[in-house]
């Protein structure tokens, strides 16, 4: 920071005999008591006609006004959340909102511990995608009154404010598209099964199936994490079966990418060795081998929504919670084939 | 936070007339002198037998040992930086480093709003991949004593630790290989010329068309931002020509993935049609169509040196500052083909 008459940072710090975070810290802070050391670093600071730069000034006179949100992400290699945070960052401008984010990588201890390291970054409210075993740490932050929204999924046990997709009827349209160009020998690779979203698309899955009368065979529903590493490996368990499945419909996109890996590396051709369908869509769908069917969830819609719903919970901490539900859209392109030959 | 007693964090509140923030504050606050506020949370706390629980103690006991890192992304849709914050919060964590991520989606005025917020929240160190115009801003982070890596690209006048790729060679190779499979007309799609990534791209892809006596036509070398747009845009504009190039090499991924969707969305077959080589290699580019050659950095080993640098700049601020350079790998798949007939 250079000040007036160009006078550091670090000069009023060794003046004041403090570091330089002392210094900052001082200039920033909203506390009116003061102690003996911020006393004697404002004195010096007067004393060399230090002033700080001016984005530093207009920044500490609108946060009163301004809300810094922590947003704690599951898995930022998972291209979905990526369009959420694009959706978030877009509006969280127009509301004065500034956006850190603790990406936990599916680790319930570090999602545990970003909730408390930006807890005493005095974070003024908390955007979440829950994790298994995280409903106690989210409903402490209510309690403690956050403002919280949860993307994805909401808690088992507590109302709250949340934003999410109709994943039962995106799964039951995947389904039943593959089910309409013939196929009846249908596997499921699943997300994490703790995950609310895992256990909608399964009954969405299971529905479909119903619905045309073809029964339910638990050998084809697999599932371990929503990564790309389960997808390479279950894929490939289901592809070794002794009576394989026709066509596979995978539960989020790291698992989509993950079975396109196992299934080119053996030289599949699909549709027509094995179909697949994807849960959420991806912007470059259309230049995989062939072009993906996909269900396409708007993460930039989920996230303008959460932000729209955390300004209202933050003007209005008692206006009732809402939960909103938005459709999905099944893309249709060349993975899963037409009707098959004799069916 | 349920305490001792079952008496709640919002009791103590109410008890001594203040918000749940300021009691969160006072437990939290490493000050030493008080303020009349603090001393009455403090007695209240003391009262009601209040205790925060365990795993926020924990924090509060080890954030003296621990250390906040600010991490500035320029756009977190770019799969490259992804594999970047993977690296990095994978060997953060052995360092006992915290990481909040700010990303500023390639807009400078962002990128400064980012760095004042997290020095306001008493970030420790910040990792930056400085974007055109930062230079003062991320000098001013080094002269306030803060530890600072620089990812991807350095700052054109000041030595700082840096840790990136050969992006000369990388290019280079690239193009030379589009060269030995028989093409001579090879456009470049580059990225923001005011990044020198884009400029040191830009060299690699001149340097092998001299090597091998192919003039450089000014008109097939076409750029503006480092983004999916302009990817499918300028790739259209190319196409457009009366004298089209034969082959395209993309400055980064996002280029690459917009090049594939205009390629494919007007029916052009890749390598035959127009041959693509890209800067950035993904982990499903072999589910691409036709399977993508390209250029590979490891973003996850960019983030795992990264971690150590600023782990031996914070215990020592003043050893000599160095730029690791890291070699790329062209890995090679369908996307350029094989020797053209009759060349």
Chains 1, 2 share one sequence.
């Not at 500034?98 to 908390?126: C, H, M, P, T, W």
């Not at 932050?141 to 808690?155: N, Q, T």
């Not at 599932?223 to 989020?252: C, Y």
């Amino acid at each position: 920071m250079a000040g007036q008459k160009g006078v550091s940072l670090k000069e009023v710090a060794d003046k004041a005999g403090v570091s330089t975070a002392t210094v900052s810290r001082v200039i920033n802070s909203k506390t009116v008591v003061k102690g003996e050391t911020e006393l004697r670093v404002q004195k010096v600071i007067k004393q060399l006609g230090y002033r700080p730069n001016r984005v530093a000034q207009r920044l500490r006179t609108t946060r009163g006004a301004s809300k810094l949100i922590g947003l704690l992400i599951p898995d930022i290699q998972n291209p979905f959340y990526v369009d959420i945070i694009r959706g978030i960052e877009q509006y969280a401008y127009a509301k004065n909102f500034a956006i850190v984010i603790g990406n936990f990588s599916q680790n319930e201890e570090r999602q545990k511990f970003y909730i408390e390291i930006l807890k005493s970054e005095s974070v003024d409210a908390f955007i979440v995608a829950p994790f298994p075993g995280m409903n106690e740490y989210v409903k402490e932050l209510v309690e403690e009154g956050y403002a919280v929204v949860c993307i994805d999924r909401g808690l088992a046990n507590m109302d709250l404010d949340v934003v999410k997709v109709d994943n039962y009827q995106g799964a039951f349209d995947a389904v039943e598209h593959l089910i309409n160009v013939g196929h009846t020998r249908i596997a499921h690779i699943s997300g994490n099964t703790l995950i609310p979203t895992t256990i909608e698309r399964i009954s969405g899955y299971e529905a479909a199936l119903n619905k045309y009368g073809i029964a339910i065979d638990r050998d084809i529903i697999v599932g371990r994490n929503s990564d790309h590493k389960s997808g390479v490996e279950l894929s490939a368990q289901l592809l070794d079966m002794s009576n394989p499945p026709t066509a596979i419909f995978t539960s989020n996109n790291l698992l989509t990418l993950g079975a396109l890996e196992t299934i080119h590396s053996r030289g599949l051709k699909i549709p027509e060795q094995v179909a697949i369908v994807g849960f959420d869509d991806m912007y470059w769908a259309m230049s995989l081998n062939p072009p993906l069917t996909a269900v396409r969830q708007s993460g930039f819609e989920i996230g303008r929504i959460t932000i729209e719903l955390l300004h209202q919970r933050i003007a209005d901490p008692t206006r009732p919670f809402v939960s909103i539900v938005l459709k999905t859209e099944l893309i249709v392109r060349n993975s899963c084939g037409f009707k098959l030959k004799g069916m």
